[in-house]
C-alpha cells in the first residue's frame, strides 16, 4: 500500500507540543509499509533516498498523523527504511490545548496551580434548586451529567 508522506527537519526539542511554524518543509514523497504495520511506530520505505537523508520528522498524510524518525535502515541507491515513533504531543494538541489543566500531585490538589502534564475533566458546575414538586420531608437528589 503506497501513501504519500511529507518530509522535514525538526531541530527544536521533542518535548514542545506545539511544532507549528517550526518545522522545514523538505520534500514529498511516496512510501509503503515494512512488514507488520504498527501505528504507533511504523517503518515505512521511501523510493528516494536523497531528500530523506536530512529528514527528521514525517507526516504521513493519509493517516494525518506526524512521526519522528527514529532509525534509518537499508539505505541503497533507490530507497531507505525510515523507523518512525509517533508525536503525540502535536498529534493530539489541539484536543489537549483545550482541556482544562490542573495540578496533579499525590498530596495535594489545587486548581489554582498550573500543571502542563496532566489534564483534568471540564470545569463543573453545582447548581442547588428546589424541585416545584417535591413532598414535605423527602430529599431529592438530581445528577446530570454531559
Known sequence: ???TVKL???????????KSGK???IADAV???VGEFNILSPTIRLNTANSSLTANYVYIQELGLYYFVVDRQGLK????DLVLKEDLRYNYYNAVRSSQVTATRSNFYNRNIPDTMALNVP???V???KLSDALTGQTYIVIIGG
Open 1 to 3: 500500500m503506497s501513501m
Open 8 to 18: 522535514y527537519s525538526y531541530q527544536d526539542d521533542k518535548i514542545i507540543a506545539n
Open 23 to 25: 518545522l522545514n518543509y
Open 31 to 33: 512510501c509503503d509499509i
Open 77 to 80: 541507491a533507490n530507497h531507505i
Open 123 to 125: 470545569n463543573e458546575r
Open 127 to 129: 447548581q442547588y434548586r
